[in-house]
T-cell receptor, first 115, second 109 residues
Framework: GAGVSQSPSNKVTEKGKDVELRCDPISGHTALYWYRQRLGQGLEFLIY????????KSGLPSDRFSAERTGESVSTLTIQRTQQEDSAVYLCASSLGLRGAETQYFGPGTRLLVL | RKEVEQDPGPFNVPEGATVAFNCTYSNSASQSFFWYRQDCRKEPKLLMS???SGNEDGRFTAQLNRASQYISLLIRDSKLSDSATYLCVVNRNDYKLSFGAGTTVTVRA
């Protein structure tokens, strides 16, 4: 079946503009995660959804970052007033959501460059 | 201190060689451990889970040392296709995975 998909693949924007990143999880996966990966660094947890609820937003770096999920499916990560330090790959993952420590399946990521 | 630390490498090895590397984790409450593989400009993919008794998957062997809080990965008979960054991943039995920054392995012909 289809894996996790993300769009756009690449996004170049100007400092101060807003961007929206989209994630389509694997069908039937109730858990969805957003991570950020800066060049040469490990993955940084941003937010976790179980269904449409986000019980853990602790990883969001600032109030410029927000995320929502609808229909227990698609999720959107929004970055307002982008800054150059927001440049990174934003990865989305999904899992069945039945228990902790499940295998997470990653999408190909959105490469964001803020000029 | 980072929750998961890895030697970034790179480990440059010839085809057929054995390469091994470790990662250390800081939270003694960690319960689940994984190795993910990430190819250049690609997403991470699960390579294998790491069990307390150690486990093998083909040419890959993973070990866990809870007392010293480290995990190891050994690759035997290296192939060119093993060239990648290997991410050590730790979980405290909830949904949040903590990733190391990765160890880069380059296998040369």
């Amino acid at each position: 079946g289809a894996g996790v998909s993300q769009s756009p693949s690449n996004k170049v924007t100007e400092k101060g503009k807003d961007v929206e990143l989209r994630c389509d999880p694997i069908s039937g996966h109730t858990a969805l995660y957003w991570y950020r990966q800066r060049l040469g660094q490990g993955l940084e947890f941003l937010i976790y959804f179980q269904g449409n609820s986000a019980p853990d937003k602790s990883g969001l770096p600032s109030d410029r970052f927000s995320a929502e999920r609808t229909g227990e499916s698609v999720s959107t990560l929004t970055i307002q007033r982008t800054q150059q330090e927001d440049s990174a790959v934003y990865l989305c993952a999904s899992s069945l959501g039945l228990r902790g420590a499940e295998t997470q399946y990653f999408g190909p990521g959105t490469r964001l460059l803020v000029l | 201190r980072k929750e998961v630390e890895q030697d970034p490498g790179p480990f440059n090895v010839p085809e057929g060689a054995t390469v091994a590397f470790n990662c250390t984790y800081s939270n003694s409450a960690s319960q689940s451990f994984f190795w993910y593989r990430q190819d250049c400009r690609k997403e991470p993919k699960l390579l294998m889970s790491v069990y307390s008794s150690g486990n093998e998957d083909g040419r890959f062997t993973a070990q866990l040392n809870r007392a010293s809080q480290y995990i190891s990965l050994l690759i035997r008979d290296s192939k060119l296709s093993d060239s990648a960054t290997y991410l050590c991943v730790v979980n405290r039995n909830d949904y949040k995975l903590s990733f190391g920054a990765g160890t880069t392995v380059t296998v040369r012909a």
